[in-house]
Nanobody
Framework: QVQLVESGGGLVQPGGSLRLSCAAS????????LGWYRQAPGKQRELVAY???????GYIDSVKGRFTISRDNAKNTVYLQMNSLKPEDTAVYFC??????????WGQGTQVTVSS
């Protein structure tokens, strides 16, 4: 069993930055593929970025060059550095962990609001 706790959300002006963190409990964190999803009001949840156990990362087109996902296996933590934020980035951001056996775990979400 893995528990995920996100932090770092908040209100930021357009063009600003935030860093989200997701701390995981449980064992074998290093073998999980980790992801950040987001869900805006009235929209489906979408994958924003992922990083696998080998450190390979992927991003949706709308955040490429602005967001960076990273992981610290010693701290059981995954991060999402978000720069040049836009109003359309406003959403609840969720941390996700997927085991090699395809068990999936979710955090409770953290609100990110980009507004002037």
């Amino acid at each position: 069993q893995v528990q995920l706790v996100e932090s770092g959300g908040g209100l930021v002006q357009p063009g600003g930055s935030l860093r989200l963190s997701c701390a995981a409990s449980g064992r074998s964190f290093s073998i999980y593929t980790l992801g950040w999803y987001r869900q805006a009001p009235g929209k489906q949840r979408e994958l924003v970025a992922y990083i696998d156990s080998g450190g390979s990362a992927g991003y949706i087109d709308s955040v490429k060059g602005r967001f960076t996902i990273s992981r610290d296996n010693a701290k059981n933590t995954v991060y999402l550095q978000m720069n040049s934020l836009k109003p359309e980035d406003t959403a609840v951001y969720f941390c996700n962990a997927r085991s090699p056996m395809s068990y999936v775990y979710w955090g409770q979400g953290t609100q990110v609001t980009v507004s002037s």
